[in-house]
């Protein structure tokens, strides 16, 4: 496989939004996240990643997007996240939140994870960010939907500097494939300084 990634911005990155938003639903039906999302919904949250200081990083194969960052100012998510960070001493116009990272299974273990990271990293400092964050679902180990060979990235996001906020929580709400309507969902927060 020869994969390239490239950070998408402009009318490149308006015209990979539907793309994206395909393979976004694909990764994300995948436990820990069970979500079933919509065309519709996908392209719309995608378009918040048109604003100054967003980035979207894209893996190529043979001219096929098969993974996809996300990334952002965390000012510009301040209604999601304010209350999560409401006792942490960081101001939020100086934290970058990396959204999302989603990588069709068969192109995983080959370094663009850290890829991904090295880039949106690489935008926060441009921008002037003093620290980078992201949440991740939390899931109970004993989850029924959860695959026996399942492994967490924490070892991946610890060897890159992260570490788990104490206490630092968002909810979100969405419904999970086997369920009949939406519920809400933990995520915690990671953090490192850049």
Known sequence: ????????????????????????????????????????????????????????????????????????????????????????????????????????????????????FDAREAHARALGARWSAFCSVIRPADHPARPADYRPLDGFWRRRGYRPLPGVVAHFVWRDLDQPSDTTKDLQFWMRSL
């Open 1 to 116: 496989m020869s994969v390239t990634t490239r950070v998408l911005t402009g009318t490149a990155l308006a015209e990979a939004l539907d793309d994206v938003a395909r393979l976004r639903i694909t990764v994300f039906r995948d436990f820990p996240y069970l979500y079933g999302g919509t065309l519709d919904y996908e392209r719309d949250y995608l378009r918040a990643y048109l604003s100054p200081g967003a980035v979207v990083v894209v893996a190529v194969d043979d001219g096929r997007i098969v993974g996809a960052a996300t990334g952002a100012p965390m000012a510009d998510h301040a209604a999601d996240f304010a209350a999560a960070f409401a006792d942490r001493p960081e101001p939020l116009d100086q934290i970058f939140y990396c959204a999302e990272s989603v990588l069709l299974p068969d192109y995983r273990g080959q370094g663009l994870g850290h890829a991904f």
